[in-house]
Antibody
Framework: QVQLKESGPGLVKPSETLSLTCSVS??????????YCWVRQPPGKGLEYIGF???????NYNPSLKSRVTISKDTSKNQFSVRLNSVTAADTAFYYC???????????WGQGALVTVSS | QTVVTQEPSLTVSPGGTVTLTCASS?????????PSWFQQKPGQAPRVLVF???NKDAGTPARFSGSLLGDKAALTLSGVQPEDEAEYYC?????????FGGGTKLTVL
């Protein structure tokens, strides 16, 4: 059974870097055909695509965040991560990691992690 | 800036049928946009119901179906159950980025 779980600081100061890790169990990050995504959701609002890293290591980012975001993976730990620089209050959100097939098929999501940007 | 538009809210009676739509600010939605649909209940992560326009994901009840309706993507629920009350999101592929719609809050009343 594939499971994902987000971890990282729940509070980040403005202008600093938000960093979250997604631990994956039940499948190898190197297994073909999968994409490892980050999606965020401000409390009470809708979903926003952040980006993905593929099983082969290629990345795709939302252009609105591209200058500030990096997604990477550590296959030795079976984890992937997101870093978002220069955060503001507008980056306060639940951050979800997900493993998805092409076109979101068979997607498995983490439970989400709330990150608040505040001094 | 590309905008994906959904009905903010819809209400349906138990056993009824309702169609949710997903429109693109760039024009007609086609299969090339690979529309997918998610259901999200309070306090839970989204779950995919339909991908690539019409394909039901594993575990999606038969009463959910995806289609193209006119110039929009659509999700139809037939024989609505009380447990279908939730927020529904569509997502479209713009050849380099996925863009989510604003969501439709479906009330079963």
């Amino acid at each position: 059974q594939v499971q994902l779980k987000e971890s990282g600081p729940g509070l980040v100061k403005p202008s600093e870097t938000l960093s979250l890790t997604c631990s994956v169990s039940g499948v190898s990050l190197n297994s073909g055909g999968s994409y490892y995504c980050w999606v965020r959701q401000p409390p009470g609002k809708g979903l926003e695509y952040i980006g993905f890293i593929s099983y082969s290591g290629s990345t795709n980012y939302n252009p609105s965040l591209k200058s500030r975001v990096t997604i990477s993976k550590d296959t030795s730990k079976n984890q992937f991560s997101v870093r978002l620089n220069s955060v503001t209050a507008a980056d306060t959100a639940f951050y979800y990691c997900a493993r998805v097939g092409a076109q979101w098929r068979q997607s498995v999501w983490g439970q989400g992690a709330l990150v608040t940007v505040s001094s | 800036q590309t905008v994906v538009t959904q009905e903010p809210s819809l209400t349906v009676s138990p056993g009824g049928t309702v169609t949710l739509t997903c429109a693109s600010s760039t024009g007609a939605v086609t299969g090339d946009f690979s529309p997918s649909w998610f259901q999200q209940k309070p306090g839970q992560a989204p779950r995919v119901l339909v991908f690539a326009t019409t394909n039901k994901d594993a575990g999606t009840p038969a009463r959910f179906s995806g289609s193209l309706l006119g110039d929009k993507a659509a999700l139809t629920l037939s024989g609505v159950q009380p447990e279908d009350e939730a927020e529904y999101y569509c997502v479209l592929w713009y050849g380099g980025v996925w863009v989510f719609g604003g969501g439709t809050k479906l009330t079963v009343l």
